[in-house]
């Protein structure tokens, strides 16, 4: 069985870090692709960042140069890293994954991720 558990979420003032981490259990890990998505309220789900087993990575244009993703496969855990926090970050974060070979598709489409997390939360004081 496949479980994904986010943690690292709190509340922050803006400016200030903060790292979230995905654990994942189940046999399968070393065949995933990764992403994060956020989604505040009122809103859709989007992507926010995405690491794939040929090791690319991609972000969003909101958090480009402010995030970093990346993982630890001894761990299984992979880990968003999110500096220099606006109030705009403020949303329910949740780590996604799908087995490979995973759907073709864009990295930041819900559709292609068959698991995910339960969220945490993100909050982004001005």
């Known amino acids: 069985q496949v479980q994904l558990v986010e943690s690292g979420g709190g509340s922050v003032q803006a400016g200030g870090s903060l790292r979230l981490s995905c654990v994942v259990s189940?046999?399968?890990?070393?065949?995933?692709?990764m992403a994060w998505f956020r989604q505040a309220p009122g809103k859709e789900r989007e992507g926010v960042a995405g690491?794939?087993?040929?090791?690319?990575?991609s972000y969003a244009d909101s958090v480009k140069g402010r995030f970093t993703i990346s993982k630890d496969n001894a761990k299984k855990t992979v880990y968003l890293e999110m500096n220099r926090l606006k109030p705009e970050d403020t949303a329910i974060y949740f780590c996604?994954?799908?087995?490979?070979?995973?759907?073709?598709?864009?990295?930041?489409?819900?559709?292609?991720?068959?698991?995910w997390g339960q969220g945490t939360q993100v909050t982004v004081s001005s």
């Open positions: 996604a994954a799908c087995r490979a070979p995973c759907s073709t598709g864009s990295w930041d489409l819900r559709r292609i991720y068959t698991y």
């Open positions: 189940g046999y399968t890990y070393n065949d995933f692709s």
């Open positions: 690491i794939g087993l040929d090791g690319r990575i």
